[in-house]
């Protein structure tokens, strides 16, 4: 653009459509990154239809470059004093993912996984327990909100159940698996999303959302476990984590009546 508009800052229009089961996700004055589009002429354009198109997307005044940011969900919103910071969950941390499963089966496949080149993990649910893939240390204090896409990633995959578990550093994960598999009822600190059920081709959310912001830095666990009777080719992928903090900041007003005391 920057060639096409000779060097110049230009204001560009979009109409943007979507098509197939994710819905178009337009920011509110955050960068979009790494998210696949293609584009499309309004005259049929054999150098330009249906070519990878690398977008950012930001609200602002027309004509005016938005400040350099870095490609990611970066911070943007001040809202009565706290900054609202909505980001996805690095490729980096999803690497080191660990199998902290709770069954009596053995299987002779890895049931928890990396998907390397789909930036994903891969979990396969087994006829008996809870197959859990547990990422350390992700939460951080202040998150509000967690939630992520998930599927089951074969056409004749049997579908299963799927939800999200935070756990604090210090606790054992397995028992706290355990107390939601036995619905433990006294363990009121419990904090899980609940079950989701998912099919072959049709991806879901799952939006977690906190009663109020955690206070210390916590594990992330993705559990899933058998729908129905068989669990075959139940290849489960969960993706596109996102995260919402919530982190206190002065109020711009305090600020100001600061530096007027201070002249």
Known sequence: LPKACDGSHRTLRLRISASGGVPPELSLGNVIA????????????????MRP????????????????LPNAIVPTALINGRKVDDYRLPVELLRNVANVSVTSISPDFPTVRFLEHEDAIGCHP???GVTAAAIRRVVAPGTVRVSARAVI?????????????LVNLASDVKEEIDAISNLDRRRQQIL????????????IDINFMLEGPV?????????SKAAADSVDFSWLKVFNFRLVKHIEARPAQELAKEAANVR
Do not use: Q
Not at 36 to 49: E, G, K, V
Not at 153 to 165: N, Q, S
């Open 215 to 223: 206070d210390r830095t916590m594990d992330l666990v993705v559990l």
């Open 192 to 203: 899980f999303s609940g079950w989701s059920e998912v099919a072959p081709n049709r991806p």
């Open 153 to 165: 990633d074969h056409p004749e995959g049997k579908p299963c159940a799927v939800g999200l578990l």
């Open 53 to 68: 198109l690398a977008l950012r997307i930001f609200t602002g005044l027309p004509g005016v470059r938005p400040a350099s």
């Open 34 to 49: 790494n998210e696949r589009y293609a584009a499309r002429a309004r005259i049929p354009h054999a150098d330009l239809d």
């Open 126 to 128: 087994l006829e008996e």
